[in-house]
């Protein structure tokens, strides 16, 4: 059954199932620069970018390049000016997530951005994992099957 699911996704070209969706991740952005993204009711939750083609992670946060350079990053950004009142940063605070942060500017809007970094891994399993660890500090619905959209945004570099 597993030979006859990947070659419909072969032939397809479209993930599935969450699973398919990080393994799809994993596997461009070994090729070129890919945003993973979570998002709920037009809010992005979190994001997943690939650290293989965006080396300024490495000058906002102060981490082993070495350990890290070919890893992911798993982030989410709040707007500052609201942050007392933003349910992820209540319930970030509330959670036991041990994430890095980084306050900067984004034109006149002053955020936060939250992320926790992740060695290089071809397991789709592992990276879904860490993701909704971070999903599990900072979501949480009333609806009892809550919906989100999957999307990878491929980005040009020049």
């Given at each position: ?40 009711n ?28 070919n ?33 900067e ?16 891994t ?9 993701m ?10 009333n ?8 999307n ?7």
């Amino acid at each position: 059954m597993g030979f006859w699911n990947n070659l419909k996704n072969i032939l397809t070209g479209k993930p599935r199932s969450s699973t398919e969706f990080v393994q799809k991740f994993i596997k461009d952005s070994k090729k070129s620069r890919v945003q993973f993204e979570i998002i709920e009711n037009n809010e992005i939750l979190i994001q997943v970018d690939s650290l293989r083609f965006t080396p300024s992670w490495f000058k906002v946060f102060d981490i082993n390049k070495t350990e890290f350079e070919n890893g992911f990053v798993i982030f989410f950004i709040i707007d500052q000016k609201k942050i007392e009142k933003d349910k992820r940063y209540i319930l970030y605070k509330k959670s036991e997530l041990n994430l890095l942060e980084f306050d900067e500017m984004h034109g006149d809007t002053p955020i936060r951005t939250f992320a926790r970094f992740i060695e290089e891994t071809d397991d789709a399993i592992y990276l879904g994992k860490e993701m909704k660890t971070i999903l599990d500090g900072i979501y949480s619905s009333n609806e009892q099957d809550p919906q989100a959209l999957f999307n990878l945004r491929y980005i040009n570099v020049k």
